[in-house]
């Protein structure tokens, strides 16, 4: 069983950055996807980042309207999950969610996931 566990919320301004952990017990297996997901009041939840580690090679995929913006990173020592953000933008607030599941389908779809942490909040103001 994996669980997941985020921190690192704030409230920001315009052009703030933040960091986002994940805290991992252990991976859906040897090859898996683990992601960060958002969902805005009255919205889906989307996909911003995910990472995928398959035979010890990884693979990055990023939302449209993070890139450049938005970095994810892993530390397998430390089993965490990071989102680092800047330039943060209104647009960008959210409950933000870690998530992970096995190696099969495409990274950045929520639905397919299996793990979730309880999510942390993000709010930009102008």
């Known amino acids: 069983q994996v669980q997941l566990v985020e921190s690192g919320g704030d409230s920001v301004r315009t052009g703030g950055s933040l960091r986002l952990s994940c805290a991992a017990s252990?991976?859906?297996?040897?090859?898996?996807?683990m992601g960060w997901f958002r969902q805005a009041p009255g919205k889906e939840r989307e996909g911003v980042a995910a990472?995928?580690?398959?035979?010890?090679?990884?693979?990055?995929y990023y939302a449209d309207s993070v890139k450049g913006r938005f970095t994810i990173s892993q530390d397998i020592a430390k089993n965490t999950l990071y989102l680092q953000m800047n330039n943060l933008i209104p647009e960008d607030t959210a409950m933000y969610y870690c998530?992970?599941?096995?190696?099969?389908?495409?990274?950045?779809?929520?639905?397919?996931?299996?793990?979730w942490g309880q999510g942390t909040q993000v709010s930009v103001s102008s």
């Open positions: 998530a992970a599941k096995g190696w099969f389908g495409s990274a950045l779809r929520p639905d397919e996931y299996e793990y």
């Open positions: 252990g991976y859906p297996g040897s090859s898996y996807f």
């Open positions: 990472t995928g580690i398959y035979r010890l090679s990884r693979t990055t």
